[in-house]
């Protein structure tokens, strides 16, 4: 199985701070980088934005503008979505990676990583996806779990994909067992279906009820 470390690359190498911003701005001009790593002697000391670069003195140094560096980066032990977080809070298109040690391992791109994501059994493995939304207070990972294994369910992942003060919002992705028999059970447990399915047997009726009246009416 392929692991996320193994999308670690150093397919371009990384700035050193005693580049002149010349050099930076020639860079980016041939990539599509949002931001790359910059090393002091060696030493990670954080991305370089291609938005700043075009601002500055191209007659000097990386190093005079080391104040303006962002010191995100990602563990090489990181899980993907973790990974996928550092992308996502800091508006990068690349992350670099950190061993242990500290010493600068290379960098992850964000294109790969959505490859990965793909190649998961969330998204790769057929299956019906539910979303449903419950009171902040109320919800329970634990307990949605055990609405769709009761069911004869298999969980292929559930992330919270909305969320404020008073409501959490989380998708569900199964396969196996009865998407209605698990919709209705989320329902007696007081969660809203936000997603629509055709096998939901509550929506049908109420649908059937409605044009029944509606006919009714036009009589």
Known sequence: MTEISDYITNDYKAIDSQETIAEVQNFFEEVTFSHFSVLNEGIYIGCIASDDVETFDDDKKVDDYKYTLEGFFARKNMIWLDVLEVFAKNHSNIVPVLGEDNAYLGYYELEDIVKFFHETPFLKEQGAVIVVEKNAVDYSMGQITQIVESNNGKLLGLFISDASAEKIEVT?????????????????????????HNEDNYINNLRERSEYLEKYLNI
């Open 172 to 196: 569900i992705k199964i396969a196996m067992g009865s998407t209605n028999e698990i919709i209705q059970t989320f329902r007696r447990y007081n969660y809203e279906i936000v997603s629509e």
